[in-house]
Nanobody, 117 residues
Framework: VQLVESGGGLVQPGGSLRLSCAASGFTFGDYPMSWVRQAPEKGLEWVSGIRSTGTTTYADSVKGRFTISRDNAKSTLSLQMNSLRPEDTAVYYC???WGTGWSYDYRGQGTQVTVSS
């Protein structure tokens, strides 16, 4: 299993970024997938998840600003992030969900998102 994130960077408050995750080594369409993040000196925070059916769920902190999507034919997961805030600054990870809730068994190497003026 390999998950490779891209698309992070430095953006001003109110700006937008689109993260992508290229998945390989498993049947992507069979698994729910999520984005999690880790801010400096804080624990991992689940951000958003998408079921194999396409059903999406968001943390309250990003609801209405972030949109998760998947392309099963291309084995890619995306996260469109709009109206970014300084508190969104974190390393964002793509994860493959397994087990109960949004538990995961594999995680990518992460991509840094910094929101600052």
């Amino acid at each position: 299993v390999q998950l490779v994130e891209s698309g992070g960077g430095l953006v001003q408050p109110g700006g937008s970024l689109r993260l992508s995750c290229a998945a390989s080594g498993f049947t992507f369409g069979d698994y729910p997938m999520s984005w999690v993040r880790q801010a400096p000196e804080k624990g991992l925070e689940w951000v958003s998840g998408i079921r194999s059916t396409g059903t999406t769920t968001y943390a309250d902190s990003v609801k209405g600003r972030f949109t998760i999507s998947r392309d099963n034919a291309k084995s890619t997961l995306s996260l469109q992030m709009n109206s970014l805030r300084p508190e969104d600054t974190a390393v964002y990870y793509c994860v493959r969900n397994w087990g109960t809730g949004w538990s995961y068994d594999y995680r990518g190497q992460g991509t840094q998102v910094t929101v600052s003026s």
